[in-house]
């Protein structure tokens, strides 16, 4: 067992060192670059965090859907192409609400300021 | 740089003695954008210089060339489109690779200063309208005088997206749905085929306090259906936050048809739809693409890093045109 502190507990530490002490004095195209690292960090910090309550939720809706059991990258290999083939369409029940949830969850990491996601947050409360 | 310029510039310009305040705009290896000031005693000239340097004359499968380029730009200004002069277009005997030199137009590109920056409020709401009746110009340049361009087509397009994102082998479930919808609506070929832009979007339009001043990189331009156009401008990426006005984030497809109809064309929406979510999709698959490019370097940034990471982004918009929840 590794010790403490935990990586995200690491990762947040830099990223507000970064965000805080770095910004004010880095200037022109550096600048640009240390928002974006920043932002990948903070991005880190959230998969960290959503990413195994997701996976899991989806692992286990897809198996539902697909009537499989396997590792999530098998299944979603396995609804990829029976999407493909035209074997599951948006009629197929259960596909839309699975597409929109593994999305929604998707954008909670990589972006949630996405206008649309925001969006669709607002409406559907979640 | 200035001086290799300078000579490059003495030939062609009459009076010029030099050039001064050459800067670097963008560039990889294989392609150049320069910004400079050609001086004359009758007043300098604001000048571009895109080019390919000394070795490197091929250009990627889909681009125009940047000859066919130089043709496209001057064809627009010479019909009165918003478009930048060429002033010159690079001769062996220039020593200085292929490309050609046009005239600087000043303004903004950046999308998110259009968007919010006072000094283009009374440009956003012309925009949508202008851009339209520019697209129909643009669409109805003569075929005649035209350069060799690739010709599109739908479905070529479908299968080439496909290709692509089949060679990433990371299963999207949303990505095989939207491609399935374009196989389903195939529009088959348009009435009439035109010159298509090819990349009509922010970033490449420069805008001044009063609206369009220039349409800018015809690297992508081809033959093919002229809504592409008109699609690849509505796709939510290029709204940059403003989803609820789809035409770049300042105006309405209605605005835009109204436009286009002013510049004597009339737009199809099925069809402009059906292109909106190919770029849509197209945009997500690029996404994709830079996240191979940062794994198998050698452009090993963090920016492509994360554009990988902004694909989700096209993810949802599919569904949002695709699967409506209705809200």
């Known amino acids: 067992m590794q010790d403490e502190p935990t990586p995200t507990e690491l990762i947040k530490a830099v990223a507000d060192f970064l965000r805080n002490e770095i910004t004010p004095v880095i200037k022109g195209h550096n600048a640009f670059k240390l928002r974006v690292g920043i932002n990948a960090l903070d991005l880190v910090t959230r998969q960290l965090a959503l990413a195994p309550d997701g996976d899991a939720a989806e692992a286990t809706r897809l198996s539902q859907l697909l009537g499989l059991q396997g590792p999530l990258g098998e299944l979603n290999r396995a609804l990829a192409d029976r999407i493909a083939k035209g074997e599951m369409d948006l009629q197929t029940p259960g596909l839309s609400d699975h597409l929109w949830q593994t999305t929604m969850d998707k954008l909670a990491v990589d972006q949630p300021n996405y206008a649309s996601y925001k969006r669709e947050l607002e409406s559907k409360g979640g | ?327």
Request: glycine share 12%; hydrophobic share 40%.
């Open chain 2, 1 to 327: 740089m200035e001086q290799e310029l300078g000579r490059c510039v003495a030939s062609w310009c009459p009076g010029a003695t030099g050039v001064v305040g050459a800067a670097k705009l963008s560039g990889g290896a294989s392609q150049e954008t320069w910004s400079f000031d050609i001086v004359r005693p009758g007043g300098n000239i604001g000048a571009i210089l895109r080019r390919a340097p000394p070795g490197y004359g091929a250009s990627p499968s889909r681009a125009a060339g940047l000859d066919a380029e130089a043709t496209l730009m001057q064809l627009a200004h010479d019909a009165g489109l918003p478009s930048p002069r060429v002033m010159h277009v690079l001769t062996p005997q220039d020593e200085f690779g292929t490309g050609f030199i046009m005239q600087r137009i000043e303004g903004e590109t950046i999308a998110r200063k259009i968007l919010r920056d006072a000094q283009f409020a009374k440009a956003r709401p012309v925009l949508a309208r202008q851009l339209g009746k520019v697209a129909a110009g643009i669409h109805g340049l003569p075929a005649s005088k035209l350069p060799k361009l690739r010709q599109m087509t739908a479905t070529r397009e479908i299968a080439d997206l496909e290709r692509e994102y089949r060679s990433f082998d990371w299963p999207r479930p949303v990505f095989e749905l939207a491609l399935r919808w374009l196989g389903d609506h195939d529009p088959g070929p348009p009435q009439e085929v035109t010159l298509v832009h090819g990349d009509f979007r922010h970033g490449n339009l420069i805008i001044g306090p009063e609206g369009l001043r220039a349409v800018l990189d015809w690297e992508l331009a081809h033959l093919g259906d002229p809504m592409e156009d008109l699609g690849w401008i509505c796709v939510n990426s290029w709204r940059f936050g403003e989803i609820d006005k789809p035409v770049g984030g300042f105006g309405s497809r209605e605005e835009l048809f109204a436009g286009y109809e002013q510049g004597g064309r009339r737009a199809d929406p099925d069809r402009v739809k059906f292109w909106e979510v190919m770029g849509t999709l197209r945009w997500g698959v690029m996404c994709c693409g830079m996240m191979q490019r940062f794994r198998a370097g050698p452009d090993h940034s963090m920016e492509r890093a994360m554009i990988g990471r902004r694909s989700s982004e096209t993810e949802i918009d599919l569904l949002r045109l695709l699967a409506p929840r209705g809200n």
